[in-house]
């Protein structure tokens, strides 16, 4: 396996939280990139209206591909976590 996505719903119904973890080799080559746009696909056609993640502050490369994907963020200085949030 290199990598794995997941989609869980929050207790709001139009809410969930994602995740993707890639395998270090296999870091750098879109796999991430693809599995997040297939994560919000599936939002969409399960009709959320907000997918949110937490991202830990030293990994540039998942803050990247969430703002690549339109998400906004937000530094959480104390947790030392980045939120990011896309409204779909």
Known sequence: MVGVARLVKLLDPG?????????????????????????LQIAREEKLRLVRAEILADNPGMISVCRKLGFNTKLRMQEATMEAELVL
């Open 15 to 39: 809410e969930a939280e994602f995740a993707v973890l890639v395998a270090d080799d296999f870091q750098g080559r879109g796999l991430g990139t693809e599995l997040s746009r297939t994560i």
